[in-house]
């Protein structure tokens, strides 16, 4: 199969994906989700640029349905910055990937300050954590690189989390009062891991 029927056939799987509907999740810990039958799917990750290993991004296949929403300017910047701090902490892409998705279901990758009355305790920032949980202070937790970095940092001491659903592996460190909305963002986080790891 040359190069272009390929790039062809797993565009137009991403694009049934697409158009199969898909919503966004809660923006925060307040919000609702209903519950998702967890069983993996298949799905090919776009990967133009070179070196990104495919099988890192999702390993076991995604679990539920995927929702997926456009990023502005300030949403692609926390992406880079997300990526870039993971490199920094010495991870590979999969953390990448765990790190945007769990980004993703909790702020959307907007840098989020105190919402007040919407807010979720005192959460705060890509990951929505916590100063009063020990997350650092304000300034800290809206930092991208900071908050990358100490969620990855929790990240790390999850035993076998390299080897576990990304739905898994981000409750262990969130502790969300929805554990299973991290997996619908798999797919997307993948997708922009292949797109910037490089």
Same mark, same amino acid.
Do not use: C
């Given at each position: 199969?040359?190069?272009?029927?390929?790039?062809?056939?797993?565009? &137009?799987?991403? &694009?049934?994906?697409?158009?199969?509907?898909?919503?966004?999740?809660?923006?925060?810990?307040?919000?609702?989700?209903?519950?998702?039958?967890?069983?993996?799917?298949?799905?090919?990750?776009?990967?133009?640029?070179?070196?990104?290993?495919?099988?890192? !991004?999702?390993?076991?296949?995604?679990?539920?349905?995927?929702?997926?929403?456009?990023?502005?300017?300030?949403?692609?910047?926390?992406?880079?910055?997300?990526?870039?701090?993971?490199?920094?902490?010495?991870?590979?892409?999969?953390?990448?990937?765990?790190?945007?998705?769990?980004?993703?279901?909790?702020?959307?990758?907007?840098?989020? &300050?105190? !919402?007040?009355?919407?807010?979720?305790?005192?959460?705060?920032?890509?990951?929505?954590?916590?100063?009063?949980? &020990?997350?650092?202070?304000?300034?800290?937790?809206?930092?991208?690189? %900071?908050?990358?970095?100490?969620?990855?940092?929790?990240?790390?001491?999850?035993?076998?989390?390299?080897?576990?659903?990304?739905?898994?592996?981000?409750?262990?460190?969130?502790?969300?009062? %929805?554990?299973?909305? %991290?997996?619908?963002?798999?797919?997307?986080?993948?997708?922009?891991?292949?797109?910037?790891?490089?």
């Amino acid at each position: 199969m040359t190069t272009t029927m390929l790039r062809k056939s797993i565009l &137009g799987i991403a &694009g049934l994906a697409f158009a199969g509907g898909l919503a966004a999740g809660p923006l925060n810990h307040a919000d609702t989700t209903a519950a998702v039958d967890a069983k993996p799917i298949a799905v090919a990750v776009q990967a133009d640029k070179p070196g990104v290993d495919k099988g890192k !991004l999702i390993p076991h296949g995604v679990q539920g349905k995927q929702s997926r929403i456009d990023l502005n300017d300030e949403q692609t910047r926390n992406v880079k910055a997300i990526i870039a701090a993971t490199k920094k902490s010495g991870l590979d892409e999969r953390a990448a990937v765990i790190s945007i998705a769990t980004a993703l279901q909790e702020s959307k990758l907007e840098n989020l &300050g105190h !919402l007040g009355d919407r807010n979720d305790h005192d959460s705060q920032g890509l990951f929505q954590q916590r100063p009063s949980s &020990g997350w650092g202070t304000v300034e800290q937790i809206t930092d991208p690189e %900071y908050s990358t970095m100490a969620f990855q940092k929790g990240l790390k001491q999850v035993d076998g989390w390299q080897d576990m659903p990304l739905t898994e592996a981000a409750q262990t460190v969130q502790v969300s009062a %929805y554990p299973d909305a %991290y997996a619908q963002w798999e797919k997307q986080a993948a997708d922009l891991v292949a797109k910037h790891w490089n």
